[in-house]
């Protein structure tokens, strides 16, 4: 009997320990071996939210919204496509990547770009810490170009490119498939743009899956619904009775209280504009659809191969759009909330589904947020903040961002409009294509800062023109900015923003986590405001 119970013990005791050993090394299987989770964006072109640009896109917002998190407040801070994915990419504002409009002279995908910024991304970074890469889609607008380096240049940082050279189009096209060229024609079975990336994207899980240990980072850039807005087939006839909204400043004049460029446009607009802007805004819904079935495809994949949970989806766009606002008839390059606007939806572990954050986050976020979700931590050296705290739901605390730049350098060319005779003697302007309403111009250059509190909802710009124009907006109480109260506004509240502007333009890195301005000061702000009115 004492011998049983010895033996008893003894297997007692020897249970105990391996089941310790099992559990110590499953601790350090966790802290230490755990492999990070896999990071996947899509980054549309052109898409808007103010006109409703979510709108179709009904099985993304169920498949990454209502399982994650969406943001009412994602700010691009360069509304135009290749500052804006240059900030995208480094995490820095446009001011020091040094892109500062879609032109090679303007370096987007110049050769100081590939020798500066370009070598310090979110790729770059999540490749050194391990990650498999994978780009498919737009890269930047003078991308692959013979000025640009050609096809050859493959970035740093991707293990699989297949970018797209130039700018977004949907048929007729070449990719630099890791660096040699891949011609793109006609036919919609092999050669529409969105379904290209979206097979290609298809075909690197399915081999990852299979053959790969490491994490990955897969960055998707369809085209749409960036012009010229082609359509697939099966959806040509979609929304056919649709109109683009008319609401707000649709349709309406500036006036003399805003910038130059917004004051050309005739107004009202002739019907044909408008039935224009009615075709490209079915068109845009149109091309998002096949956006729509690619987010799909992809979560059922990795739900089917049970890495879903392993795995963030970042779902945005490069900058918003307008089309008819202020009766500029369709582009983006505006401060204004619908250019500047864009949407983003976040699915991964550790996000409760079905959750909406209001805090002010912007393009430069996310190459932070992903080295920062890779285990590299959020390099202090970028100037956005990683907003994974935000996404676990932690508690942000007040140190979190109030206000943040915009900034954009206007684009012209050098040659004049000899069909255009208001600008047979400039080359100060651009994109005139359309009945001569220029959409760009050499003073169409500025910064703007935007400010928000639980009092105030404000956007402040100033104008690089011979007026050193400014424009100021209460969004709290005019959301569609459609009076300049710079003249009313409170003077010290403006030399405030003004103040924090002039910090924003020079800052890099750290310095341009600007430390919201004081409760106290706020207060006083608002009680003179009171007293004012007595």
Request: glycine letters at 6%.
């Amino acid at each position: 009997m004492a011998l049983t119970r010895r033996c008893c013990s003894a297997m007692i005791i020897e249970v105990y320990l391996l089941c310790l050993c099992f559990s110590i090394r499953s601790c350090e299987n966790s802290i230490n071996d755990e492999k990070p989770p896999n990071i996947i964006l899509i980054l549309t072109d052109d898409q808007d939210i103010e006109l409703g640009g979510m709108t179709p896109m009904v099985k993304t917002k169920q498949l990454i919204g209502d399982a994650g998190m969406t943001f009412t407040n994602m700010f691009a801070t360069t509304p135009l496509c290749c500052p804006s994915r240059g900030s995208i990419l480094t995490g820095n504002y446009a001011h020091n990547t040094r892109i500062v409009n879609n032109s090679l002279s303007g370096n987007c995908s110049s050769e100081a770009w590939q020798q500066g910024p370009e070598q310090d991304t979110f790729a770059t970074r999540v490749k050194n810490h391990g990650y498999k890469t994978f780009y498919a889609g737009k890269y930047m607008n003078q991308y692959g170009k013979k000025g640009a380096g050609g096809v050859q240049h493959v970035p740093p940082g991707w293990d699989q490119w297949h970018a797209l050279v130039g700018n977004s189009v949907y048929y007729n096209y070449t990719l630099s498939n890791n660096g040699k060229a891949e011609i793109h024609k006609d036919d919609y079975k092999t050669d529409y743009l969105t379904d290209v990336i979206h097979t290609k994207a298809m075909e690197f899980l399915k081999t990852h899956t299979k053959l790969g240990s490491n994490p990955f980072l897969l960055t998707l850039a369809p085209p749409a619904c960036h012009q010229p807005f082609t359509p697939a087939p099966q959806y040509a006839s979609k929304f056919s009775s649709l109109q683009a909204p008319r609401n707000g400043s649709f349709n309406k004049a500036a006036g003399n209280a805003k910038h130059w460029l917004v004051q050309q446009p005739p107004n009202p607009m002739a019907n044909d504009t408008i039935k224009l802007i009615d075709q490209y805004f079915r068109n845009r819904w149109r091309t998002l659809l096949s956006v729509d079935d690619m987010v799909e495809d992809i979560v059922n994949f990795l739900d089917d191969a049970k890495i879903l949970n392993d795995t963030y989806i970042f779902y945005t766009s490069d900058n918003g759009y307008h089309l008819g606002q202020f009766s500029l008839p369709y582009d983006k390059r505006q401060p204004y909330e619908f250019d500047i606007r864009v949407p983003l939806m976040v699915r991964g572990p550790g996000i409760k589904g079905g959750t909406v954050s209001k805090q002010l986050v912007l393009t430069i976020d996310l190459a932070p947020t992903f080295v920062d979700i890779a285990g590299a931590g959020a390099p202090s050296s970028m100037d956005g903040i990683s907003m994974k705290n935000i996404l676990h739901g932690s508690k942000v605390d007040d140190s979190w961002r109030s206000d943040f730049l915009v900034e954009y350098d206007g684009e012209y060319q050098e040659k004049a409009y000899p069909s255009c005779p208001q600008y047979t003697n400039t080359s100060m302007v651009a994109e005139c294509d359309y009945k001569c309403i220029c959409e760009d111009a050499k003073n169409n250059t500025y910064t703007c800062e935007r400010y928000r509190d639980a009092t105030n909802d404000i956007m402040y710009c100033i104008f690089e023109d011979s007026q050193s124009f400014m424009e100021v907006y209460d969004l709290k109480k005019d959301p569609h900015q459609m009076t300049n109260i710079v003249a009313t506004v409170d003077k010290e509240f403006l030399s405030m923003l003004n103040d924090r502007l002039i910090r924003h333009v020079a800052c890099a890195g750290a310095s341009c986590r600007i430390v919201p301005p004081s409760a106290r000061y706020l207060v006083q702000v608002v009680n003179r405001k009171k007293l004012q009115k007595l």
